[in-house]
């Protein structure tokens, strides 16, 4: 029977994040965090094959003490159990730190069969964390899957690239990153969410993984934030006929370096 895990990060919520008007700053301080959109992806692709292999499903995060609450809303998505790394370090981790850390967890898990990933995370979506985390325990990498299917020991999956599309295989262990068309999250209902606080719960710190400095250094620090303003020159064009009207408009368009 195949392990699963599924990875995810609990992140702000993006329609709580405001923006100061005057310094562009964003302000954070009512804002709510959530499970990754693209990682309830990666949950609910590791129960759905579940559910059709007889696999077994664990969720792993790496997360301050804020991810506490995270815990009971992935567990009541369908993993069995719960992996989490709590350090403070996770503020400010990039994607070099956290792939560190979570495969040093995984490590520390040894049971696994196939690790399942967002393409991004909803906040700085770099789409490094699937890849650097194959690399790091030595197995296969299939990202950007919009399909998959596990057949025995190994994953059939069909992976998006620009207007192509491409089918490979690769036996187990194997990462893969998955985009949000590959299926719909479920919503928990009330009875999975109660169940959810029975399920049992592994919490480490970074002490215990057996990490140096080093590993745990970001290698991209973030100086500032700014929230992001279009200016729009909202120039009308009234007069002349129709022709006219768009010859202005594609003149105007050309001169401004869009066409």
Known sequence: MPNIIACYKWVLDEQDIKINPGTLALDTSRAKRKISEYDRNAIEEAVLQAEKCGASVACLTFGDNSAKQSLKDALSRGPERAFWVNDNAAQIADGFVTANVLAAALRKIENYDLILCGEGSADSYGQQVGPRLATLLAIPAITFVSEMKVEDNKVVATRKIGDCTE??????????TVLPEINKPRIPSLKQVLGAAKRPVVEWKIGDLGLGAAEISPVNKV????????????VTYKDGTPAEKVAGLVASLAKEGVL
């Open 167 to 176: 089918v490979v295989t690769a036996e187990f262990p194997v990462v893969v």
């Open 223 to 234: 100086k500032e934030i700014k929230g992001f303003v279009m200016s729009r020159k909202n």
